[in-house]
């Protein structure tokens, strides 16, 4: 490891520890780690892109970005546990940050990761991560599951095409309380709309809800068919980028929440499962059972 790497990594510790000293200037960042101002910014820019200070502000900005979606702190308040003076300055600095003033973008929030996804970032609730020196290629397991995930739905609302729309329609009890029954359909539906779901969450639009109504077989095919392959391509970059713990808005909810990309696969494969056998078990009691448990372990040994 180069000496410019190892004084990157040990400033990024200590700025994590003193993000709230405002006092401490450039110069004492500097004589902290026995450089010269001059020598000490070329040497972090060399290694992470831009000058220690304006890295610092850029975490800084972050984190009020944070701030803003998960409490009802006022802007003046963030403005001032940024740094600074005034709520005019925090105003210029974050607009031209995230192209958006303060109090637009706490109504309608984007990503909080200002630049680059493999540079330094604040990640919440109260930390800094520094990014690896190696890129590491996320599991490729996981993509087989989403892989298998998309086929599966796929198959189901293929062998679904043979039943009749009573058959569709029919509870399919899948709490103890009754007023939670669902249909064959529905399932189908929220399967495909899950996927739709958290493409939109990513890329910071609306969901549209009202498709889920009563979708027909044929609509499901479609919406598959395009929502499929848009949330395997999400799940491969951040594989492929090893930025599965890497964090993004989901402003479509109630409340704008911060996931991480990793908890949110976990999230969809897991539920997907549960809905998955729920269908399975359903056809395979109206005589459809060709597809088994719908059990990924023989796709997964196919493709091998």
Known sequence: MSVAADTFAEFVDGL???LDD??????DWAARHHFSRFHFDRMIKAVGGEPPQTLRRRI???RSAYRMITTKAPLLDIAIEAGYSSHE???RAFTKAYNAAPRE???KPGHIQIGEPNAVHFVPPGSIRLPSRD???GPDLLEKMVEHHVWLTGELIRVAGNLTDPELDAPVVVEEDADESQTIRSILSRLVGQMGMWNAAMATRDYDWSVEDHESLTSMRRRLGIEGPRYLAHVREVCDQGRLDDTFVDAVCAQAAVFTYGGMVAHVVTFAAYRRTVVVLALARLGHD???WGDPM???????
């Open 290 to 292: 060709e597809l088994g």
């Open 135 to 137: 890129v590491t290629r």
């Open 22 to 27: 405002h006092d401490r200037s450039g110069d």
């Open 298 to 304: 023989r796709w997964v040994a196919e493709r091998a």
């Open 89 to 91: 300055a925090f105003t």
């Open 16 to 18: 994590a520890d003193a």
């Open 60 to 62: 800084l900005l972050e």
């Open 105 to 107: 973008w706490r109504k």
